[in-house]
Each structure stands twice: as C-alpha cells, then as structure tokens.
C-alpha cells in the first residue's frame, strides 16, 4: 500500500542519507492514515472521501454505465513540507 512506501521512505532516507523529513526533502502521502500523524510532527496527506467513492463505485456496478465526477480531495497539510 501507499502507507507502507511512504513510511518507508520516511524511515530510509534519514538513515542511508542523513536527511531530514520536511528539511531536506518533503514527503506526501496518500490516503491519511492514523500513523501519519504521529509520525514525528507528522505526515502531510492527500486524502480523499473514501464513503463517497465506494458510493460511485456501488452505483457504477449498479448501473453499469460510466461515472465521471468529482470528489473533493483534502490536503492535511503536517511538518513533512
């Protein structure tokens, strides 16, 4: 999954380089998690409403027609940038 990546990269690239998260290089993640704020001064996300977009989904193999919409997409913006 995205999180395990993103918290890998986290947790690697201090180790092997010597940097600093949100320093040195900034690290977004996908789809917020618990684990990323916690995280140091935590992780900034993108994250969208996953109820609304099993909705789509539901209604897309109800119907069997194409869906084409917008689902509104937050930034929760933490010390990663």
């Known amino acids: 999954t995205t999180e395990i990546y993103t918290l890998s990269l986290h ?3 201090p180790i092997f380089e010597g940097l ?8 977004i993640g996908y789809n917020d998690t618990p684990a990323y704020e916690v995280i ?4 900034t996300a993108l994250s ?8 789509k989904a539901a209604e897309f ?10 689902l509104p ?9």
């Open 48 to 55: 969208v409403d996953w109820e609304k977009m099993g909705d």
């Open 40 to 43: 140091d001064q935590g992780i």
């Open 20 to 27: 600093q998260c949100g320093v040195d290089f900034g690290l």
């Open 11 to 13: 947790d690697a690239l």
């Open 61 to 70: 193999v109800l119907q069997g027609k194409t869906i084409q919409d917008y």
């Open 73 to 81: 997409t937050e930034v929760r913006l933490r010390a990663s940038l």
